[in-house]
T-cell receptor, first 116, second 114 residues
Framework: DGGITQSPKYLFRKEGQNVTLSCEQN?????MYWYRQDPGQGLRLIYY???????QKGDIAEGYSVSREKKESFPLTVTSAQKNPTAFYLC???????????????FGEGSWLTVV | QKEVEQDPGPLSVPEGAIVSLNCTYS??????FMWYRQYSRKGPELLMY????GNKEDGRFTAQVDKSSKYISLFIRDSQPSDSATYLC??????????????FGQGTILTVHP
């Protein structure tokens, strides 16, 4: 089945550690995104990538890093510099980053990160 | 002030009721408007997509956009317990590669009880 796979579903991180969240899609989409969701704040954009080997910062990129070495993969690293990393992280993708009708954004099932 | 405001609820209605969910926004550049449904601990799924002003209907769901008032709504007719979820409005401006950069409301928690 086509879709977006995020792993792990649940992750615990100690203070000062870096962790990497995996996101893989087999939809042949060019654009991929990472959002963070906190209670009562909706979703906020961390990073996005329009094509392979290219990515841009979103609204809350500080303390995060990404790479886009393959079209199907867009891993997110939560670094020790991120002061409040406990959240629900959502990966998404769309066929194209261009604005046009029908260019739907699909989300993965999310990854829960808790700092202990 | 946030670009998109959405009443977080929670909203509790009996089965069969008509539900109205709303968002207001301040950015006049927004042209694409979406409603997502999110079940607990799951990723959001797209329910409705509207471009510019007007109405769009899909089964029990109707989306309305009033750009002059910067106000969008989602109506659910004959609500079912399976509609219980968090509903998120999302918006994007037109032009270039801005589509994927959605701005979301805070989400409204809806419970439909039998």
């Amino acid at each position: 089945d086509g879709g977006i796979t995020q792993s792990p579903k649940y992750l615990f991180r100690k203070e000062g550690q870096n962790v990497t969240l995996s996101c893989e899609q087999n939809l042949n989409h060019d654009a991929m995104y990472w959002y963070r969701q906190d209670p009562g704040q909706g979703l906020r954009l961390i990073y996005y990538s329009q094509i392979v080997n290219d990515f841009q910062k979103g609204d809350i990129a500080e303390g995060y890093s990404v790479s886009r070495e393959k079209k199907e993969s867009f891993p997110l690293t939560v670094t020790s510099a991120q002061k409040n990393p406990t959240a629900f992280y959502l990966c998404a993708s769309s066929f194209s980053p261009e604005t046009r009708s029908g260019n739907t954004i699909y989300f993965g099932e999310g990854s829960w990160l808790t700092v202990v | 002030q946030k670009e998109v405001e959405q009443d977080p609820g929670p909203l509790s209605v009996p089965e069969g009721a008509i539900v109205s969910l709303n968002c207001t926004y301040s950015n006049s550049a927004f042209q694409y408007f979406m409603w997502y449904r999110q079940y607990s601990r799951k990723g959001p799924e797209l329910l409705m997509y509207t471009y510019s002003s007007g109405n769009k209907e899909d089964g029990r769901f109707t989306a309305q956009v009033d750009k002059s008032s910067k106000y969008i709504s989602l109506f659910i007719r004959d609500s079912q317990p399976s509609d219980s979820a968090t509903y998120l409005c999302a918006m994007s401006s037109a032009g270039g590669t801005s589509y994927g950069k959605l701005t979301f409301g805070q989400g409204t928690i809806l419970t439909v009880h039998p």
